[in-house]
């Protein structure tokens, strides 16, 4: 039996978060401090989490820099950036 796509789908995305890590590097890539401050409420654990788990779905990629103090920052892949319809289409859909 095949799996539904929207399940699938939520298995990615629907945990808490996610779609709101998607919508900040929707803007271009971050740091993981400008992620936290974007995410005031979020524990710095649960963004390392969720950021990991982007990573191996392949939505989000790391980047890490040979400077000191080490820099790494956080961007969508292409698959990532497919997101941005429906993170905008959540958006208008909570503002009515």
Do not use: C
Not at 16 to 26: A, E, G, H, N, S
């Amino acid at each position: 039996m095949t799996e539904d796509p929207l399940v699938r789908a939520l298995a990615v995305v629907g945990h808490k978060w996610t779609l709101l890590i998607i919508d900040d590097l929707v803007r271009g890539p971050r740091r993981f401090t400008e992620i936290e401050r974007s995410l005031r409420y979020a524990n710095p654990k649960m963004i390392t989490t969720r950021l990991r788990e982007l990573e191996a779905a392949g939505l989000v990629s790391r980047s890490t820099y040979a400077e000191v103090p080490p820099r790494v920052e956080y961007a969508l892949t292409e698959q990532g950036r497919a997101l941005r319809p429906v993170v905008n289409a959540l958006r208008r859909w909570g503002s009515r």
